[in-house]
Nanobody, 122 residues
Framework: QVRLVESGGGLVQAGGSLRLSCAASANTFSNYAMGWFRQAPGKEREFVAAVTLSGFSTRYTDSVKGRFTISRDNAKKTVYLQMNSLKPEDTAVYYC???????????????WGQGTQVTVSS
């Protein structure tokens, strides 16, 4: 288990940008595959993006490709989600997630953050 704390959410107009951060408590952060998920009102939680242990490879859901970028800084034990060209349909609570030595193509997180609200106005 690793403690995850998200920050950076807020209210933004359509077309704007936000950068989410997720700070991890694990001393072995570099051994965790990291991901971002989101849950909109009345909908199930869905996968958004994931990054491998090294940060070399990434994966995105189709709806955010070309707009969102996931990255990590293992020295700072932090993962980021840069969100550009935001749309109203991106409005959701965004969760950071981790899986020890996980596979980003079948990520099954065992640790979750508390979530941060992102609201995109039209």
């Amino acid at each position: 288990q690793v403690r995850l704390v998200e920050s950076g959410g807020g209210l933004v107009q359509a077309g704007g940008s936000l950068r989410l951060s997720c700070a991890a408590s694990a001393n072995t952060f570099s051994n965790y595959a990291m991901g971002w998920f989101r849950q909109a009102p009345g909908k199930e939680r869905e996968f958004v993006a994931a990054v491998t242990l090294s940060g070399f490879s990434t994966r995105y859901t189709d709806s955010v490709k070309g707009r969102f970028t996931i990255s990590r800084d293992n020295a700072k034990k932090t993962v980021y989600l840069q969100m550009n060209s935001l749309k109203p349909e991106d409005t959701a609570v965004y969760y950071c997630a981790a899986e020890y030595r996980g596979d980003i193509w079948s990520l099954n997180p065992t640790s979750w953050g508390q979530g941060t609200q992102v609201t995109v106005s039209s």
